[in-house]
């Protein structure tokens, strides 16, 4: 018992005094090696939480705002280009993708304690979420938006006049972003009466 006592005690001394037993130079490219492994798991677990698969993996996604993404031309159209839950809900750029992750932790506790786990649940706090969404891209000038479209690239030959009027004033000359016009353009829009600005 007492060599193992002294096997502990030694090995002890080594790992709450490293640098008296290890080179500096281990230390440094253990710390390295060390950030390098921490690094690459962040990456992995970001882009991992980065995919529709990822979104959709909880009913609350699946059963509501996914199935009515199904029927709009952000999932299925003539040109077979898709945009997933990530383009339209995370920034492209990783300072932006940082805070827009650290902004959906606090998602997380809708799902911990079940605050919109039934469809009558979810409608019923629906209001509220798009809200929040509206407001974060009318802060940003609708980014996610403008990853896929921008009004320099836009034809306006192909457009209906009524939409060519409304992109010209609102965003080429006026103060508007993308998501002053087109709520619901993915998902269907909440119960509007009383909404201040909605006719």
Same mark, same amino acid.
């Given at each position: 018992m007492s060599t193992l006592f002294q096997w502990l005690k030694k090995y002890w001394r080594i790992f709450s005094?490293?640098?008296?037993?290890?080179?500096?130079?281990?230390?440094?490219?253990?710390?390295?090696?060390?950030?390098?492994?921490?690094?690459?798991?962040? $990456?992995?677990?970001?882009e991992a939480t980065n995919t529709e698969t990822f979104c959709v993996s909880c009913h609350e996604m699946q059963n509501n705002v996914f199935a009515e993404l199904k029927s709009t031309i952000h999932y299925t159209n003539r040109s077979g280009v898709r945009a997933?839950?990530?383009?339209?809900?995370?920034?492209?750029?990783?300072?932006?993708k940082i805070a827009r992750k650290m902004q959906a932790s606090k998602e997380v506790w809708g799902k911990i304690f079940g605050t919109i786990n039934t469809r009558e649940k979810f409608q019923a706090k629906r209001l509220e979420l798009a809200k929040h969404e509206w407001a974060?891209?009318?802060? $940003?000038?609708s980014l996610e938006c403008? $990853?896929?479209?921008?009004?320099?690239?836009?034809d306006f030959t192909r457009q209906?006049?009524?939409?060519?009027?409304?992109?010209?004033?609102?965003?080429? $000359?006026?103060?508007k972003t993308c998501i002053d016009c087109h709520k619901g353009i993915a998902h269907q829009l909440p119960d509007m009466?009383?909404?201040e600005g909605w006719q």
């Open positions: 005094r490293p640098s008296r037993h290890l080179s500096l130079g281990f230390l440094t490219v253990g710390g390295f090696v060390t950030g390098i492994m921490f690094w690459g798991g962040f $990456n992995t677990a970001l997933t839950c990530p383009d339209c809900h995370v920034p492209h750029e990783w300072t932006d974060r891209l009318a802060a $940003n000038d403008r $990853n896929c479209h921008s009004e320099v690239s836009m209906s006049p009524r939409a060519t009027q409304a992109h010209q004033d609102g965003l080429i $000359n006026g103060d009466s009383g909404v």
